[in-house]
């Protein structure tokens, strides 16, 4: 179940914030941009048995066909057969699709990057200008943000099959656990092959006004910028609440309250 609010740690953009505050525009990312390099990345691994890798190669039999109809039959087949009696090549061919795959998915997904808590200091320290950018907070009920996924966290790097063409769009090493993280996933229109996904042009998305509740600032943040925050924010949406994170006196945490800059 998602949970009512969500929150993106970012550094701070003076023209990203002004277009998400006044026009309600929000940047998403590409995978390959992404801190984590095993992030969205498809490992496929060839099948133990005859039978699996028989289907296998039948399953590029069909996209061979499909992407090279010019190529003969016979020549497909001899192909084929070349597979059948190395299970090496089949090898190959799996890590050249694995490329393919990724650079296919990069064009085609844009992904915002969510958490479930807006006081976790290594999220500020890692996504927010080593604690001098903000937190956004969003009403995550309402759309885009209710159809958010979790992401799951495992220990063994995960193998794929290439016949289904499963995405790892939600899915990460278990060293990333403290992250706590959802993902609002989108199309780029451009690259887009389904009709019901959300679009997004040039990686941004227009949100509903709204849905934006709150920005939290950094606690390293200087004074001129934090002062240029709330400015912006009072001009362009003045219904949007302004916190500022502190230091806790006596623990490793971080303490968000109301800001009465």
Not at 61 to 70: A, C
Not at 132 to 150: M, N, Q, V, Y
Not at 192 to 215: C, E, M, Q, Y
Request: hydrophobic share 35%; proline share 6%; charged share 25%.
């Amino acid at each position: 179940m998602t949970p009512n609010r969500l929150f993106h740690y970012q550094t701070f953009k003076e023209e990203h914030l002004v277009s998400l505050l006044s026009e309600g525009k929000l940047k998403l990312s590409r995978p390959d941009k992404f801190n984590d390099p095993w992030d969205c990345r498809v490992h496929y691994q060839v099948p133990a048995d005859t039978a699996g890798r028989e289907r296998v190669i039948e399953h590029w039999k069909e996209l061979h066909r499909k992407h090279f109809p010019g190529i003969s039959e016979a020549k497909r087949a001899l192909m084929a057969y070349e597979f059948k009696s190395s299970p090496s090549k089949i090898a190959d061919g799996l890590a050249k699709a694995e490329k393919i795959l990724y650079e296919n998915l990069c064009n085609q997904y844009r992904i915002y990057c969510l958490s479930e808590k807006p006081n976790v200091p290594l999220m500020w320290g890692h996504y927010a200008g080593s604690h001098t950018g903000i937190c956004l907070e969003f009403d995550a009920r309402c759309a885009p943000f209710s159809t958010a996924g979790k992401v799951k966290y495992v220990s063994a790097y995960p193998a794929f099959d290439v016949v289904t063409g499963s995405y790892p769009l939600v899915i990460k090493s278990a060293d990333w656990t403290y992250e706590a993280e959802w993902r609002l996933i989108t199309e780029e229109r451009a690259f887009a092959r389904s009709p019901r996904t959300i679009k997004t042009d040039n990686d941004f998305l227009t949100i509903p006004s709204g849905v934006l509740k709150s920005v939290t600032i950094g606690c390293l943040t200087n004074t001129s910028t934090r002062q240029q925050i709330v400015n912006l924010i009072k001009t362009s949406a003045p219904s949007v609440l302004v916190r500022q994170a502190t230091l806790a006196r006596d623990k490793y945490e971080l303490v968000i309250t109301p800001c009465f800059c």
